[in-house]
């Protein structure tokens, strides 16, 4: 009976802690915890009305998704990336997003992707965009619509693991219009490539717009990054 018991224990423990964690990490995408920002104890339990076990166990699993970071004396902190890291980042990006492109564009007229590439790029392609934050926003849906008619499960995996949200939310308060400009007509030359099922032309369209906006946000001040990395 008390084996029964434990078991129950243990399942109420691990339900309760994946709310924990989910609800910390839509938080944190979201934009509700911004980069750097320190997660109290205190208020998250008072918030969501956990105990701090489980919250000590949903820091933990973030952790090691790297949208947070868990400091001795300081607790947890949403992730902050420096300078070279998001360098790094960008490296990454563009070797596998440069693929996807790649495979999107080959696959393109399989089911119904290109119905699924259309409904999120067709509201973008005529939009002047007002703000970085919805650009961002935008970007973000383009960028996921091409992983996922791309058809390669692990090639979304991969991308998911490096906190990308985080990364673009750190950079976006300091995008300014003309980079949102720029960034755009990058995005019509990869649209367009994926649209005409040119895999070679998608990925070279793809892969010059990670590079170009890896350059745009090394020209970022110091301010943009955490410190302990420069170029």
Known sequence: MREMEAIELDQRRGETVDLVVDYLRRGILAGEFAPGQRLISREIIEQIGVSRGPLREAFRRL????????????GASVRRFSRDEIAEIF?????????AAQLAAKK???????????????????RKFTSSQEFIEANRLLHRVIMEISGNAQLSKL???????????????????EDVTKSMQEHIAIAEAILAGDGQRAEDAMRTHLRSSAARFMKMPATAFRPGGEQ
Request: charged fraction near 30%; glycine fraction near 4%; aromatic fraction near 6%.
């Open 63 to 74: 952790a090691a998704e790297g949208l947070i970071e868990l400091t001795t004396n300081r």
């Open 91 to 99: 490296e990454i990006r563009e070797m596998l997003e440069g693929l």
């Open 108 to 126: 393109i007229d399989l089911r119904d992707n290109r119905r699924r590439f259309e409904e999120i790029w067709a509201p973008q392609a005529s």
């Open 159 to 177: 991308i998911d693991q490096m906190a990308l949200p985080v990364v673009m939310f750190q950079l976006r308060r300091l995008m300014s219009p």
